[in-house]
């Protein structure tokens, strides 16, 4: 019975987050002796391949909204209320062939981003131009994402980063965002902090990024049994977020329960993901070289 629980979970998450061809995808990234741009050590893989990574993603999403020209992008150019599922995979396709796949899959899904962006172009409801392309926007999406990612594993991960790994796991990841058109990423956590620190005066709370940040939390596009699950991730994302941006998505904060009963429902929720996909996690300990960045 419990074999089968899990087996049906697991291949309830892979369908959604991979897509119908988990299988194939997997062959495609995995199964080959090409080198990829990270040795099987890096810290980036033991990030990217932890189940909070599910939470540190929501976080992600909400925390890049409060760049009004990033959220009139995505609000404008973006399929993520007609297709929810159709954006996650492709987001994650992304992650995986960048960090676990050969340097081809790896230079093939930045091209698509590439050619994706070109098109991500307009202007803001106050008038202000935009385009996805430009690297400070880049940026902010790139280190909004790590900083996200790093939150979420040093709550939820099963082997926390400790020491040189937190450094090492930013510049591994500056490798991609440098690939992708990012100027001068953060290569240490330091740096990460004040670059953060830096676009803070460019960061507010709008009507798009209210609205999406609603149709995250509160209209999922989820069957009415997964709703319970997905609402633990939700909450853990939003335990996860600056307090000083819970205001401008208006976005609850309860900082005592946030403390013992947020930290324990991510933890739960990410403890039966990490048990549910454990037949597909890539295993970081593997002694196949996939080369370096």
């Given at each position: ?6 087996g049906w979970l697991g291949e309830q998450v892979r369908t959604r987050v991979v897509g119908p ?37 929501l976080r992600a999403l909400l925390f890049q909204s409060l760049h009004p020209r990033a959220m ?222």
């Open positions: 019975m419990t074999d089968a629980v899990r061809d988990a299988a194939v995808r997997h062959t495609e990234l995995f199964d080959t002796s090409e080198p990829g741009w990270f040795t099987v050590d890096a810290p980036i893989r033991r990030v990217h391949a932890d189940a909070s990574m599910f939470v540190g993603g009139a992008g995505v609000a404008q150019h973006s399929d993520y209320r007609s297709d929810p599922w159709g954006r996650l995979q492709r987001t994650a396709d992304f992650l995986a062939a960048t960090t676990f796949g050969p340097a081809s899959q790896a230079e093939r899904a930045v091209r698509v981003v590439h050619r994706v962006h070109r098109r991500v172009v307009g202007v803001t409801s106050d008038g202000e131009a935009y385009a996805a392309n430009d690297p400070h926007l880049l940026r902010w999406v790139h280190i909004a994402e790590l900083d996200s990612f790093l939150a979420a594993h040093d709550r939820f991960g099963e082997q926390p980063l400790v020491g040189g790994e937190r450094d090492e796991y930013v510049a591994n990841s500056a490798v991609v965002a440098r690939a992708l058109g990012v100027l001068e990423p953060p290569t240490t956590e330091q740096e990460l902090r004040d670059q953060l620190a830096a676009y803070r005066p460019e960061l507010r709370g709008t009507s798009e990024a209210r609205d999406a940040a609603r149709y995250l939390l509160v209209q999922p596009p989820l069957p009415f049994a997964g709703r319970a699950a997905y609402g633990l991730i939700a909450a853990a994302a939003v335990a996860l977020m600056p307090v000083w941006s819970r205001w401008p998505l208006r976005l609850p904060w309860f900082p005592v329960s946030e403390a013992t009963l947020g930290r324990a429902v991510g933890d739960a929720v990410t403890k039966t993901l990490r048990w549910a996909i454990a037949p597909a996690e890539v295993d970081i300990d593997d002694d196949r070289n996939l080369g370096g960045s």
